[in-house]
């Protein structure tokens, strides 16, 4: 196959548009910067918290349309083994906003937080906090990763260039634009890029539908015709995995610096909830396109088809079907129409995540931790820094492995067992400290890596009930990723209850409270002169 010329036009056109856009909306931010007099860091990673409701609404709705969300879900439709009713991503993002909107939004959009770590440096302090933050930091690179990687697999089959090219083009200009603008170029270019997504994706399907190597996807929806039926199927013994699945990426998403970029930027706690509630309800039907794609590539011959036999999943190639569905199934002109809507959602969320990432970095670690006097020049540079550096790092990790789904799981999986309980307790508990958060991160961790991971060939140490040996490698069918985040939840508040209880009976000495979580008796005034009245004016006792 030959370069695809045309399509290659159409990208570069599709990429130039995408950064005339920030560097438009980067100039608008300095305008408003001087304006404003706001300091850099706060326009830069918010915004200076003027982002409208309805640009805040299309940001907050790009950011989780992204390539892994479109390619994804289109995959697992199309997937033999799983099927429509697996497909929870856009569901799952649903339960996630409504979920963020009605208790996170508003208590730290009230509190003013730059990030969502700021209420553990209050609570814990700042070394604690800042080796937390490297915790979301690994879960946004990893974003960034599964995210090129969408895009980068996408483009090498439809224009038949290098994988490696289509990587580097990508980040290079996710990077230059979110380097130059910060929150309001990511914003704006959201605007254009999610109507890009809707429109493109939408303009495939009549031509998906029309093709001859397909059959009515309504007779394949419940019948094995070319493979068994796109809806799927969930028995008894994997229903616990299929809630474990959907609650990894509903309640998994409150964990990521992205989501509460977005309410913090808002002007004010109801304009941050009206986002997330927006987003709720929009969020889904930008899954419906890549649903059915999947369903129509369930219900192609592909032996009629110039891709041949045998299909797609024989072949080890499930994870791109939808950039094969575009070249095989569509005419060349709406393949490249296609690859704009992919384009589209890869930088929606490859911006927002290098954002967050330099968010985390140059707030909580670098302002915090290791240069605490920091000017605001030196600030602004550092955020820059960031973005570049977190930018590479995420796509360096591209030439690992080519799963979007794998680096995807990897990345939830962090935000929800590592960060997610953290965040519950330190925003809901008042018993948690910095002792219950280090044992419950350790306790997450360690327990998650002993229930194994054949995505990325861990074994597994622990075998829960009803698991099935597959191929040598150990399958739970229990719900592990749960399982940990609980115990991860349970091990900050007993070892924080414990820990107070036993500073306070002074069990423990003093001297050995880090963080600092004996009660202080209150100071009592002392008595001056006759009158027992303390006298205020004096500085000295009496």
């Known amino acids: ?33 001087a304006s404003m007099q706001a300091a850099h860091a706060d326009m830069a990673l918010l915004g200076n918290r003027r982002i409208s409701l309805v640009v805040g609404i299309f940001t907050t709705t790009a950011t989780w349309v992204g390539g892994t969300f479109i390619i994804g879900t289109a995959e697992t439709v199309y997937d033999p083994k799983q099927g429509l009713i697996w497909a929870v991503m856009p569901l799952a993002a649903t339960v996630a906003f409504t979920l963020g909107g009605l208790f996170f939004a508003e208590p730290m959009r009230d509190k003013k937080y730059v990030t969502m770590m700021d209420p553990f440096q209050i609570k814990y302090g700042t070394r604690l906090c800042g080796l937390l933050s490297v915790v979301p930091l690994m879960s946004e690179i990893i974003w960034v990763t599964s995210t090129l990687i969408s895009l980068g697999v996408t483009m090498s089959v439809i224009l038949d260039l290098s994988y490696a090219v289509c990587i580097w083009i990508s980040a290079a200009v996710a990077i230059t634009y979110t380097l130059l603008g910060g929150l309001y170029s990511v914003a704006y270019t959201d605007i254009i890029q999610l109507t890009l997504i809707f429109i493109t994706s939408w303009l495939c ?59 913090l930027s808002a002007t004010s706690s109801a304009t941050a909830k009206m986002r997330c509630y927006a987003a709720a309800f929009l969020i889904p039907t930008f899954g419906i396109p890549p649903v059915l794609i999947g369903a129509v590539a369930a219900s192609t011959d592909w032996n009629l088809t110039s891709y041949g036999s045998p299909p797609p999943f024989e072949r080890g190639q499930t994870g791109l079907i939808l950039p094969l569905a ?17 384009g589209a959602a890869v930088m929606s969320s490859t911006d927002s995540a290098l954002l967050s990432s330099a968010s ?183």
């Not at 015709?225 to 998994?252: E, H, M």
């Not at 970095?361 to 570049?388: D, H, M, Q």
């Open 1 to 33: 196959m030959a370069l695809n010329v045309p399509g290659l036009i159409a990208t570069i056109i599709f990429y130039l548009l995408v950064l005339g856009i920030g560097i438009w909306a980067s100039v608008k931010s300095k305008r408003d910067e």
């Open 205 to 263: 399907i009549p031509f998906l539908f029309m093709n001859p190597s397909s059959v009515d996807i309504t007779t394949t929806s419940f019948n094995h015709t070319f493979q068994p039926p796109w809806v799927g199927s969930l028995t008894a013994d994997r229903a616990w995995r299929w809630i474990d699945i959907f609650l990894l990426l509903s309640v998994g998403d409150l964990g990521f610096q992205d989501f509460h970029q977005r309410t």
């Open 326 to 342: 575009l070249q095989h199934l569509t005419p060349p002109y709406i393949s490249v129409i296609g690859i704009g809507a992919v």
């Open 360 to 542: 985390i970095f140059s707030s909580n670690i670098y302002k915090k931790v290791l240069r605490p006097k920091a000017s605001e020049n030196e600030t602004r540079w550092v955020i820059r820094a960031a973005v570049v550096f977190f930018g590479l790092a995420g796509t360096s990790l591209t030439f690992l492995h080519t799963s979007v789904m794998a680096f995807w799981v990897l990345g939830a999986e962090i935000a929800y067992i590592m960060m997610f309980p953290q965040l519950v307790c330190v925003l809901f508990f008042n018993v948690s400290n910095g002792y219950g958060s280090i044992v419950g991160f350790l306790v997450g961790l360690v327990s998650r890596l002993l229930c194994g991971e054949p995505l990325i060939g861990l074994p597994a140490a622990i075998h829960f009930p009803g698991g099935t040996v597959e191929a040598g490698v150990y399958i739970q069918q229990a719900p592990i990723r749960t399982i940990c985040m609980l115990v991860s939840l349970a091990a900050i508040l007993l070892t924080s209850y414990l820990t107070a209880l036993l500073f306070n009976k002074d069990v423990i000495p003093d001297k050995w409270d880090v963080f600092q979580v004996k009660v202080k008796p209150p100071v009592e005034a002392q008595n001056c002169g006759n009158d027992g009245v303390a006298d205020s004016m004096l500085e000295s006792a009496c």
